[in-house]
């Protein structure tokens, strides 16, 4: 065998080893009464676009092609998962406070206008979550409307 066959085998072999591996998956079965849905009223088309391009990252539950559950994609997108959940969970919205609530729109925004998120590596596999910037506009457009609503309670 040669060297670079041996690096091969062992690779493979590696491979292998880290399918028995399992990362725990952001699935909920929970009801969702403190979406941002729920609270702040959207067009359809916003709402499937924001569900769309976010929600894989930013709820309690994502939609996992089989190609995610291979490792070691699994333990990346896991990270991913677990990071974006964490600074800011649609599924979650209402349960901010106001202030903050108004921060998390200020930077959906924010992220939208500078094209960072989706983030790149997502929108290259989920052609879906692409957004033109007439779809960006529109959520950006809504989002400012939510702001003001944050800031002006009833
Ligand atoms: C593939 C996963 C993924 C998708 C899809 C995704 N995000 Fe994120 N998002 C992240 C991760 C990871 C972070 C945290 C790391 C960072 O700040 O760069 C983040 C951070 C953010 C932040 C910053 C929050 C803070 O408090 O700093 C905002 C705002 C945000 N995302 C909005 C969005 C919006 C809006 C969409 C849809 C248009 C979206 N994201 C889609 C993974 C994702």
Sequence with gaps: MSKTQKILLLLFAIFICIQFFHSKENLSAQAVPNDLFVHYKAPDSVK????????????????????????????????????????????????YELKKADHKMEEVIEVLEKEEMPLKSYTLIHANARLSDAKRKSITTWAKQVRTQIQNPL
């Design 48 to 95: 499937q676009l924001v569900k769309t391009a976010c929600y894989d990252c930013h709820s309690n539950n994502t939609t996992y092609p089989w190609y995610s559950r291979v490792q070691p994609v699994a333990w990346w997108l896991s990270d991913h998962i677990t990071d974006g959940k964490r600074k800011l969970n649609f599924n979650e919205f209402s349960t």
